[in-house]
């Protein structure tokens, strides 16, 4: 099939993979680069530029091409900035201005503060289909591997100083007199970046000073300190790394932004046109429980939208919204309604729904297929049933999910994984995030509520005459039925179903009550009811 033609290409991923062929021309490799400090927790608006790239990495190997997708840990960054949600804050502030890969973890989990945030996303990841090459930038440079790259620069740090000016006011240009340094420099003695460059010998020789006191020359060949600024660190490793896609947040996109001044450094100081970019925009969220939030520092990690969302409708809420449109990733009853968009956009992809037309059949699939957490359509299709539904009957079961499972009566083995996961999500939300009239516990089956003479007389009928026949009607006539009796008894409608609210969960109101009983089932039903 010619790929250039093939109608389900049709997502932004797709628009961007064929402009980076376009562009960039075959290539035996194309190399896609994300990256960040691991300075504080990696949230889900991070998130957003590795999920971003996974799709375009995905739909460039869709056509057969060979993919690099590098993830950069910035973690030779400073630590300039001690985060609300880290233990022994009073230990860390110790460390600032320290490398972050320097400071120590104060939880005591992992060898250094960086390596934290680092392995909290790396083990994440592959759950949601990602599997990314993780480069660590302390390690490269401390490794001197940018001694080329930094001595560069140094020798044409007036040419990067028109780079720098070239989209500044005047107000805010470097004056000609100024001294400009591209490289910053860790103290060897005390480790912090509190230091100032007095003096460069034109090939690898840096002489600086520190507040500590500390003077000192340093060889870019073994000097472990050395670094370059961010401005001209990006676009040197672009370089290093030939890199043809990177996205950036709508902040350093925007126009004579970081973005723009790095591809004059790319191109004038290292020869390497710069990568292909979009930009991003922010993710908001709406409807955040206090726990979740509190515990990381006011901030949603991928592990708390995981414990909402199916890894595939996370990537889903990723793949459908336009990139650079904000969003918001919802977590009240918002939830169901994602649940039952990404529900219909399965069954359009396996063709049990109709689309509109050819295209939006074409886009729904395609969303579809990149929301998986393998690249393709699954083996089978998994087994939908309802979020809202699927509350109810882990409310009537108590949180029972083998109970659920067996309940439904027609789960294959080959779905079942992927229906555990939605039940352990849909359990967590009503748990954790639901509001309270949405929650219930069915009552105990050895003790009844008080019911005046009209109320227990419903309840009786219900139970003596209703029962004995839902399992063979469906639940329109099982609902008339209960209407019936209210009739019958010269009593509201909605009193009747109040009553029957309090009898099974001692609340006013709950699920459709047909519904609601079928759920629950007969049996259970005869258990709670015989009290009457």
């Not at 390690?139 to 989209?167: P, V």
Request: hydrophobic fraction near 35%; glycine fraction near 6%; include cysteine.
């Amino acid at each position: 099939m010619n790929n250039e033609k093939n109608p389900l290409f049709c997502h932004w991923a797709d628009q961007m993979a064929d402009k980076i062929i376009a562009q960039k021309g075959e290539l035996d490799l194309y190399t896609c680069a994300s990256g960040i400090t691991p300075s504080g927790t990696v949230h889900i608006g991070n998130f957003r530029e590795i999920i971003t790239v996974d799709l375009i990495v995905r739909a460039l190997r869709d056509r057969g091409k060979n993919v690099r997708f590098i993830y950069s840990w910035d973690d030779y960054d400073v630590f300039r900035k001690v985060p609300a949600n880290m233990p022994d804050p009073e230990i860390l502030k110790k460390y600032l201005r320290f490398p972050i890969t320097m400071v120590p973890d104060t939880t005591g989990r992992n060898e250094n503060y960086a390596r934290h945030h680092e392995v909290d996303i790396e083990q994440e990841l592959p759950r949601v289909g990602i599997y990314p090459e993780f480069l660590y930038q302390a390690s490269r440079y401390r490794a001197n591997r940018y001694t080329e790259g930094m001595k560069k620069a140094m020798q044409n740090r007036e040419s990067i100083k028109e780079c720098l000016n070239e989209y500044r006011d005047d107000e805010h240009k470097m004056k000609p007199e100024e001294a400009y340094w591209p490289v910053s420099v860790f103290c060897s003695k005390c480790n912090r970046d509190t230091t100032e460059i007095t003096g460069y010998d034109g090939e690898y020789g840096i002489t600086y000073k520190c507040e500590c006191g500390n003077i000192e020359t340093g060889d870019m060949r073994t000097f472990k300190g050395f670094k370059l600024g961010w401005r001209v660190d990006w676009p040197m490793r672009w370089n290093e790394e030939k890199v043809v896609f990177e996205p950036g947040g709508k902040d350093h996109i925007s126009p004579g932004g970081s973005y723009d001044t790095a591809k004059l450094v790319s191109k004038r100081i290292f020869n390497w046109d710069a990568p292909i970019t979009m930009k991003y925009d922010f993710v908001g969220l709406k409807g955040v429980p206090g726990k979740m939030s509190s515990s990381k520092g006011k901030v949603i990690a991928l592990p708390d939208a995981l414990k909402v969302y199916q890894p595939e409708l996370l990537r889903y809420i990723f793949a459908v919204n336009k990139v650079d449109h904000e969003f918001a990733i919802s977590f009240d009853l918002d939830v169901i309604t994602m649940y039952e968009a990404y529900d219909r956009t399965e069954r359009i992809a396996w063709g049990l729904e109709q689309a509109k037309n050819d295209d939006i059949f074409n886009h729904e699939k395609r969303v579809y297929m990149l929301s998986q957490i393998e690249p393709k359509m699954p083996g089978i299709m998994p087994y939908q049933i309802p979020f809202r539904m699927l509350t109810t009957l882990l409310q009537t079961y108590s949180g029972d999910i083998d109970a659920v499972i067996r309940s439904l009566g027609d789960v294959k083995a080959e779905q079942e994984d992927c229906l555990r996961r939605r039940c352990e999500c849909a359990w967590y939300w009503v748990s954790e995030c639901a509001p309270e009239e949405f929650k219930f516990a069915l009552r105990p089956e050895d003790g009844g509520v008080e019911l005046n003479d009209t109320e227990r007389a419903a309840v009786v009928q219900i139970r003596d005459t209703v029962l004995p026949v839902m399992n063979d009607v469906d639940e329109k006539t099982l609902g008339q039925k209960v209407y019936d009796v209210a009739t019958g008894l010269g009593m509201e409608p909605k009193a009747l179903f109040t009553t029957m609210y309090h009898v099974l969960i001692g609340k006013d109101q709950g699920p459709r009550l047909a519904s609601f009983m079928k759920i629950i089932g007969k049996e259970k039903l005869e258990k709670i009811l015989k009290n009457y």
